[in-house]
């Protein structure tokens, strides 16, 4: 019997159906993303091996039967330990696929990243029965899309339908241990993630945060690097952009007023570094989005 190919991938940029696929890839499982946030969602379910997963502002231990999920606009980063590196399956899709209110109006498939990002506990241990189950309908995922036969992505959508129904129920039924898991030593690390959080309108300066660590500054930008997987700059862009974003659609501030909240330094800094992770200036996003 020939090895089974572990890599099947459905193009994102199949508008008509915006889904990406990865089975059972024994690298990185965040290889392909190098900005670290989008506008999709993710479900990623670990085999084996071990590493660290940064989703939000929260590390998590990766070992046999997790389940990470990725809201749209959640930075993250998989570190996989090198000696045990980890495989996994990621289902990476736009909300636009996901099925409408149509029965219960108590559920929503997207009810379940809201509860996540709302308590920011991105990770689902599963119990050995339900890993199996994960594990047969990631199969059935692969095979629909490697035979692609008569309605191969309909079928796709009704297990990945299916998959989002089980987790939120094992989520709201608290059927697994939700604690948080730091797995490094820096402490420090912890503590000014959260800062940054609090205090993004204000000036965020390595100086600043390795001032506040009580550590030098070459010090904070290599373990901050090390530990997060991103860079200072990089971050502090990122979560900036995605408060930014958050305010345009849900607030009616000017644009101006949004930059200064977000901390950014200028006009144009805010419209430079907005379109290099959106393609589009903050006045079009907002047009846009409030059109749709």
Not at 94 to 108: A, G, N, Q, R
Not at 192 to 213: F, G, R, V
Request: with cysteine; proline share 4%; hydrophobic share 35%.
């Amino acid at each position: 019997m020939s090895e089974m190919k572990k890599y099947q991938k459905v193009s994102n940029h199949d508008l008509l159906f915006p889904l990406s696929f990865v089975y059972q890839d024994t690298k990185s499982p965040q290889k392909e993303l190098s900005d670290h946030m989008h506008d999709y969602y993710e479900i990623v379910y670990v085999y084996s091996g071990n590493g660290t997963f940064f989703v939000g502002d929260v590390f998590y231990d990766m070992q046999q039967g997790d389940v990470f999920l990725i809201p749209n606009n959640t930075i993250h980063r998989a570190m996989p330990n090198k000696d045990d590196p980890v495989t996994s399956t990621i289902i990476f899709f736009s909300p636009t696929l996901i099925y409408k209110d149509i029965v219960d109006d108590s559920f929503s498939y997207l009810n379940l990243f809201d509860l996540t990002k709302k308590s920011k506990n991105y990770k689902i241990s599963l119990p050995p029965k339900k890993q199996i189950k994960m594990e047969e309908q990631l199969l059935h995922i692969y095979q629909e899309t490697s035979e692609n036969a008569l309605g191969a992505r309909h079928a796709t959508l009704l297990i990945v339908h299916q998959i989002m129904l089980d987790l939120c129920r094992i989520r709201i039924n608290n059927e697994q241990d939700m604690l948080e898991t730091n797995t490094y030593s820096s402490v420090w690390i912890k503590d000014i993630l959260a800062y940054i959080n609090d205090h993004l309108s204000e000036p965020l300066t390595l100086t600043i945060l390795a001032n506040k660590s009580l550590v030098s500054p070459s010090h904070f930008s290599r373990v901050f690097k090390e530990t997060t997987g991103i860079g200072l700059i990089v971050y502090l862009n990122t979560k900036r952009v995605i408060k930014a974003k958050e305010l345009l659609l849900e607030t009616n501030h000017t644009v101006s007023h949004i930059a200064e909240m977000c901390g950014f330094e200028s006009m144009p800094h805010f419209h430079r570094i907005f379109k290099k992770y959106n393609d589009r200036t903050p006045a079009n996003f907002r047009k846009a989005h409030h059109k749709s």
